[in-house]
């Protein structure tokens, strides 16, 4: 299983909005074969597996140990829960339940009745992890909300007024940027204010490491960010939450959504699930990321702390939890929180 997981995490977010998974398939003690999903739409985990093994006959006398409980529906792919039954598998190892309402128990059900024995829990913990945003989408009917800032040693987020430089306001190290743009391809949206698109001018896309920058979200609730902003001008999808729309002149690769009953983070969530993202890296600034710890709406929070001191500047959010993590990165500091 702990080799399954491995696989799992080889898809990243290449197969979301479906689930990362890994299957391994043993027989008496030797592995003959092994997959994973590998981008939405093609074959699931279970099928390159079983494509994987040279003689489909010694499948009746196998063990097929796999992340996430096979699936029992028709989507993109037929059900995998049939593929095994077909092959007539001796067991099944499943880590943990499909919490997706289509599965949700159903795969494991068509296993047994077809005579397969089933083990359910083997090293669900780490399954959940590997697939905190599939889980947290289906089951809080939300996207697995990311927060990521920089600090100074003294609690600042930015320079204020005259102090501020024009452009951005470098606090970490730039070892500390890899880290910001790994994460970034790791994640389905990132999301800013119109603040920070003025202040900074960022492309907010993955250019530090190899991986598809994510598609970018800005809240704009009364369209106060120029038309001539970088991420509104080359051509990347972009969407644009506003209370009532004023633009004018837009790239065509920029959608706006208007929000004009209620403009919040409640609401905008629901908007981004509703394009399928099963997670979001909010990026922005003071302002916006406080909006997501006030409405306790956030999963995990990555804080870096650089070693300067702006002395006066726009306070850095506050969590008020114990985190669960620290690490040094050159000079500068990663603490990282989880609201659990």
């Known amino acids: 299983m702990q080799r399954a997981l ?15 998974v890994g299957a391994v398939i043993v027989h ?11 981008k939405y739409g093609e074959a699931h985990a279970e099928v390159n597996a079983v494509d994987a ?6 499948l009746s006398e196998s063990t097929m140990y796999v992340t996430l409980e096979p699936c029992a529906h028709h989507g993109k792919t037929p059900p995998c829960a049939d593929l095994l039954v077909r092959h007539k598998f001796k067991r099944v190892v499943i880590a943990c339940v499909d919490s997706f309402s289509e599965v949700a128990g159903r795969g494991i059900e068509r296993l047994e009745r077809n005579g397969i024995e089933v083990t359910v829990g083997v090293l669900e913990e780490q399954a959940r992890e590997v697939n905190k945003r599939f889980f947290c989408f289906h089951e ?10 920089a600090q100074t040693t003294d609690g600042l987020m930015d320079r204020s007024g005259k102090e501020r430089k024009e452009g951005v306001n470098w606090i970490t190290q730039p070892a500390s940027k890899n880290y910001t743009h790994q994460w970034r391809s790791e994640e389905q949206a990132i999301l800013v204010g119109w603040k920070t698109i003025e202040n900074d001018q960022p492309s907010l896309t993955v250019r530090e490491v190899k991986g598809s920058s994510p598609h970018r979200i800005i809240l704009d609730p009364n369209c106060s960010s120029s038309v001539k902003s970088t991420v509104y001008n080359d051509g ?14 837009l790239h065509e690769a920029v959608e706006v959504v208007e929000l004009q009953e ?3 983070v409640q609401t905008i969530l629901a908007e981004i699930a509703k394009k399928q993202f099963l997670s979001v890296f909010v990026e ?9 710890i006030q409405a306790n709406l956030w999963d995990e929070a990555r804080v870096f702390t650089g070693a300067i001191e702006f002395g006066e500047g726009i306070p850095a959010p506050t969590l008020g939890i114990t985190p669960v993590s620290t690490k040094q ?12």
């Open 6 to 20: 491995q696989l799992a995490e080889l898809g990243v977010v290449n197969v979301a909005p479906n689930p990362m």
């Open 28 to 38: 008496k003690g030797a592995v003959i074969g092994e997959g994973y999903h590998k």
């Open 53 to 58: 093994v040279k003689d489909h006959h010694l």
């Open 140 to 149: 809080k009917k939300r996207p697995y909300v990311l927060l990521k800032w």
């Open 236 to 249: 990347l999808p972009t969407t644009i939450f506003v209370k009532k729309n004023k633009f004018v002149g």
């Open 262 to 264: 209620v403009f919040n």
């Open 284 to 292: 922005g600034g003071s302002r916006t990321i406080s909006e997501f």
């Open 329 to 340: 990165i050159g000079k500068d500091q990663l603490t990282l929180y989880r609201n659990i």
